[in-house]
């Protein structure tokens, strides 16, 4: 699997899932997660980030809050080839800490 998208599932898709493809799908390139009502928190990307280092896409927007700069460093020290990274609507919880860490 080198393409995920789960947007829009309003919390029926949780870290639990993401889980099993981090440890199943190291192959993974591309992740969308926005709009999962809360249900992705930062265990599932940054469980993704380690076992998925050729991520290239990854969405994370309008997540509930439930993304902060704890995942999006996990996937700047484990994701070199990150080519876009959408925060847009994460309540406040990606600051400067999080996009500096991603530079």
């Known amino acids: ?5 789960v947007s ?13 493809i981090a440890a199943r799908c ?3 390139q591309c992740l969308n997660v926005c709009k999962t009502n809360g249900a992705v928190t930062d265990a599932s990307i940054s469980a993704i980030a380690a076992g998925c280092p050729l991520l290239r896409y990854l969405d994370v927007s309008a997540t509930g809050g439930k993304i902060t700069d704890v995942a ?7 994701c070199p080839q ?22």
């Open 1 to 5: 699997l080198q393409h995920l998208d």
């Open 8 to 20: 829009w599932t309003r919390g029926n898709v949780t870290d639990a899932s993401l889980s099993v």
């Open 26 to 28: 190291p192959r993974l």
């Open 72 to 78: 999006i460093t996990a996937v700047s020290a484990s």
């Open 82 to 103: 990150l080519e876009r990274l959408d925060v847009m609507s994460t309540e406040g919880q990606v600051t400067d800490r999080g996009i500096t860490a991603i530079a």
